[in-house]
């Protein structure tokens, strides 16, 4: 089992960055991770994945050249970089955590373990 939690939301401007962090509890090194993000309403969607060892990363349409996916194993950490936000980033954040690394990286697994979630806001 791995418990996550993240951080590093918050209200930023068109344009601007953040950076998130998703901190693992048990043997992160062995999960596949990945971050969602969901607003009220619609289904949570996949925006970006990395396997064990840091590769294999791979990016929804949306958010290629602005998001960087990476990962320490060492600090057992996750993160999300995101430059040149956009309004319509705003979500709530999710960390996932999957012990298999799947084709279908971005929808939700059964086996995922879930953070709390971390707010991004971005305004005009």
């Known amino acids: 089992q791995v418990q996550l939690v993240e951080s590093g939301g918050g209200s930023v401007q068109a344009g601007g960055s953040l950076r998130l962090s998703c901190v693992a509890s048990?043997?992160?090194?062995?999960?596949?991770m990945r971050w969602f993000r969901q607003i009220p309403g619609k289904e949570r969607e996949g925006v970006a994945a990395i396997d064990h060892q840091g590769g294999g990363i791979k990016y929804a349409d949306s958010v290629k050249g602005r998001f960087t996916i990476s990962r320490d194993n060492d600090k057992k950490t996750l993160f999300l970089g995101m430059s040149n936000l956009k309004p319509e980033d705003t979500a709530m954040y999710y960390c996932?955590?999957?012990?298999?690394?799947?084709?279908?990286?971005?929808?939700?697994?059964?086996?995922?373990?879930w953070g709390q979630g971390t707010q991004v806001t971005v305004s005009l």
């Open positions: 996932a955590a999957d012990i298999q690394c799947r084709d279908a990286w971005y929808r939700v697994a059964d086996n995922d373990y």
């Open positions: 048990g043997y992160f090194q062995f999960y596949c």
